[in-house]
């Protein structure tokens, strides 16, 4: 069975880019932010008017430069496969994407992944733009079922839905009108192995050596 090994949020830097690389995984996703009229590539989330970036357990200065989309795609040099995972409510995000990526001479293959479905959508009218459709709580992956029932509209190339929402019945129901069905966290190989068992053919992992042994399983 192929597996795709896709490195969660490491083309957020140039240092997890060039990583990734050497690993030679399939996929390097990254989550794009529209902010103040400029595409930014970063995890951690604006505070409104406070001068930091925050998560859960981490806190950046917002005065600290910024990654930006165009930047990151001017540094790959191997033509690597992007995920891009569009945060946000707002469809803008996806547009302003796509305009990007239409304005760039390169035409290399794109995922475009997101919980905001019009958004994906709107990276999708460039032709070499997969999409990929994300589910993360369970009115999220009952919404998605209901969508790729819907045979006059398309199916999208993937969907990413939790770990937690998967058992093999959903898996096999999902495979029957996507190319990919991914998942995330994979973080060990106890999670990895239940996850194969159940018939994901995408994995997303923060761990190299998770990623690694994806790639060894997948020949």
Request: hydrophobic letters at 45%; charged letters at 25%.
């Amino acid at each position: 069975m192929t597996l795709l090994a896709i490195a969660h949020r490491a083309g957020n830097s140039l240092a997890g880019l060039h990583e990734a690389n050497l690993l030679g995984v399939d996929v390097i996703e990254c989550d794009v932010h529209a902010y103040r009229g400029r595409l930014e590539v970063r995890h951690l989330k604006t505070a409104g008017p406070l001068p930091f970036l925050w998560d859960r357990w981490e806190l950046a200065s917002a005065a600290a430069p910024r990654l930006g989309l165009d930047e990151l795609l001017d540094a790959d040099r191997r033509g690597s496969l992007f995920m891009l995972d569009l945060k946000g409510r707002t469809a803008a995000t996806g547009r302003a994407v796509a305009e990007l990526l239409h304005a760039r001479a390169d035409r290399h293959p794109i995922l475009a992944c997101g919980r905001h479905w019009p958004a994906v959508e709107a990276v999708g009218v460039l032709d070499y733009v997969r999409p990929v459709l994300s589910a993360r709580n369970r009115a999220e992956l009952a919404a998605l079922l209901r969508r790729l029932e819907r045979t006059e509209r398309p199916a999208p190339y993937g969907v990413s839905v939790h770990r937690s929402l998967l058992d093999a019945a959903t898996v096999s129901r999902l495979r029957r009108r996507v190319e990919v069905v991914m998942t995330w966290p994979i973080d060990d190989v106890g999670w990895l192995d239940r996850v194969v068992d159940r018939g994901v053919n995408g994995v997303i992992s923060n761990e190299p050596e998770i990623l690694a042994e994806v790639r060894r399983r997948s020949g």
